[in-house]
């Protein structure tokens, strides 16, 4: 009996470990959000998120304009392409890909990088936390 | 004494023959695109084995085969050729003092062509026996020869052909129809020959089996998993490097640029071809290390020792596409291949090399892809996390 307790303990303990990792992925989001709300934003909405995923931006050079889908695709359970390089992009929306808004760092890479190439400057933190917002319930 | 039919050339001998100029049309025909290096050293292969089994031949063979028996010395190729003007035309079973020197010289050549080309095998592509043993550069100077004693070797199958008609038609004997049945019309003593059948069917099978184990890869090739007939040295790998860069493109592998090529890259990464990458300098310290590490001028590869050596010393590109090398090797490739939507960027290596991935970028490693229709076939394989 003593021996099932202790089994019953370490299961308890590991059960936790593993809940509390997920927490930390699935908050990778919830994070980011504070940081911009630290920063003065908020409160952010999915349906400005939605607008602005859509808003059309003209490109410097003159070639078509740009948004958001011109990579990621119309649909962001299913995989987009590398605009240049005709690289596939795996989906964007977590139900598709778990592996989706779960590093705080390559979210804000990416963010910065492709802020920069689709609307032409950094995104503000608002702009940022609306995407979220939005992003997360797909 | 009548004209009579009488075996001359065993079976083992006629199978030769036509077996080697079969690999050697063979081998001439799949010279010119490295897309069939495969097929082209697979006919080597078996011209080489062929001569090797006629120089056995030549020594253990039947009577006519062996090289004693038709060994003329100048005087009498001399003494023979005259004949062929004058009236006292003289007859042989075998072969003639100026067809056995052609022979002879075939025979020679062959061999000077077969082990030059392990010679380029091993340097050029360090492949084969000799991979390793011979380097790039001297792969490149027995190219020269390779080429060279292959053009000798046509001219002088040329005039043994044209040997071959002037004497069936001064002899009014039929030789080539007499490498086909073995037998020739003698009206003199000759010698008996046994037809050696099974050893004839022996080198067919063995020359049939060759070949399943060159080309049976192509049948169980899958798209995903084709069929390399060459495997390239295995390259370091870096999963950084897999990572970052083969986020947005293939993880073009650094031995395709000279490390001063890679250095600039990663000085310039807040532009790169007009983004910015924004890597960390820990990031940017690790691949920067791997890619010096592992550059065109480590020579791995054939595209490395070419990339490294037609670069000039004072230039250090960025795009790969740009380099003359690359360029000199795509200049057939039209337009609308580029175009097609399973290939579309020339960025997109891994749409025809097989091994890109890999960085290897074998000769026979390649496949230009059908035009698909379906609109949204990509065949990148490598995907953004």
């Given amino acids: 009996m003593k021996q099932s307790h202790r089994f019953n303990a370490v299961m308890l303990c590991a059960l936790l470990a593993m809940g509390m990792t997920s927490v930390v992925y699935a908050d990778a989001v919830t994070t980011l959000q504070d940081e ?3 920063a003065g934003a908020g409160p952010f909405s999915a349906s400005a998120g939605e607008k602005a995923w859509t808003t059309a931006h003209k490109d410097a050079e003159g070639g078509p304009d740009r948004n958001c889908q011109t990579c990621h695709g ?21 139900s598709a890909n778990k592996e989706r808004l779960t590093d705080v760092k390559f979210i804000e890479k990416w963010f910065t990088r492709n802020c920069k190439w689709t609307v032409g400057r950094e ?9 979220l917002e939005y992003l997360k319930g797909l | 004494m009548a004209a009579r ?33 495969d097929v082209h050293v697979f006919a080597g292969y078996s011209f080489f084995g062929l001569l090797l089994f006629r120089l056995l031949w030549g020594v253990f063979g039947t009577h006519y085969a062996r090289f004693a028996e038709f060994a003329y010395g100048p005087k009498e190729v001399f003494v023979y050729l005259k004949s ?6 003289q007859s042989y079973v075998g072969h003639n003092p100026a067809g056995a020197w052609a022979i002879f010289l075939l025979i020679g050549f062959g061999l000077v062509l077969s082990v030059s080309g392990l010679m380029v095998l091993g340097g050029e592509e360090q492949q084969g026996p000799l991979a390793g043993v011979v380097s790039f550069d001297q792969g490149a100077l027995w190219m020269e020869v390779h080429e060279s ?38 009206a003199g003593e000759s010698a008996t020959v046994p037809v050696h059948h099974l ?5 067919v099978v063995a020359l049939i089996a060759w070949g399943a184990v060159s080309f049976g890869g ?29 986020a947005c493109h293939l993880a073009f592998h650094p031995n395709l640029l000279p490390a001063r090529s890679w250095q600039r890259m990663f000085a310039e990464q807040d532009q790169h071809f007009d983004e910015d990458l924004m890597l960390d300098e820990d990031v940017v310290t690790e691949l920067t290390a791997y890619a010096i590490a592992n550059a065109a001028e480590q020579q791995k590869t054939e595209a490395a020792w070419e990339m490294q050596r037609t670069i000039s010393k004072d230039q250090s590109p960025l795009r790969i596409t740009e380099t003359a090398y690359w360029r000199d090797q795509h200049h057939e490739i039209q337009d609308s291949v580029w175009a097609q939507n399973n290939i579309k960027s020339k960025s997109n290596c891994n749409a025809c090399h097989m091994d890109a991935d890999l960085g290897t970028f074998e000769d026979a490693a390649m496949k230009i892809p059908k035009p698909s229709t379906n609109p949204t076939t990509n065949s990148s394989k490598g995907e953004m996390q």
């Fill in chain 1, 74 to 94: 119309t649909d962001l359970t299913k995989a987009g392409k590398h605009q240049r390089t005709g690289k596939a992009i795996d989906p964007l929306a977590p």
């Fill in chain 1, 36 to 38: 911009y709300r630290a």
């Fill in chain 2, 5 to 37: 039919k009488v075996m001359v050339w065993d079976l083992p001998v006629r199978i030769f023959h036509w077996l080697l100029v079969m690999s050697f049309v063979m081998a001439w025909l799949s010279h010119e695109s490295s897309r069939y290096l």
């Fill in chain 2, 199 to 203: 050893l004839g069917i022996a080198i």
């Fill in chain 2, 149 to 186: 004693v292959a053009l000798l070797l046509l001219a002088l199958v040329c005039v043994h052909v044209l040997g071959v008609f002037s004497e069936s038609i001064m002899h009014k004997q039929n030789l080539v129809g007499a490498m086909f049945r073995g037998t020739k019309w003698v």
């Fill in chain 2, 84 to 89: 062929l003007l004058g009236k006292g035309l």
């Fill in chain 2, 218 to 246: 192509y049948l169980t090739a899958t798209a995903d998993k084709p069929y390399l007939p060459f495997k390239g040295p295995q390259l370091a790998m870096n999963d950084t490097w897999q990572e970052e860069c083969g």
């Fill in chain 1, 123 to 131: 995104c503000t933190a608002q702009e940022k936390g609306d995407f």
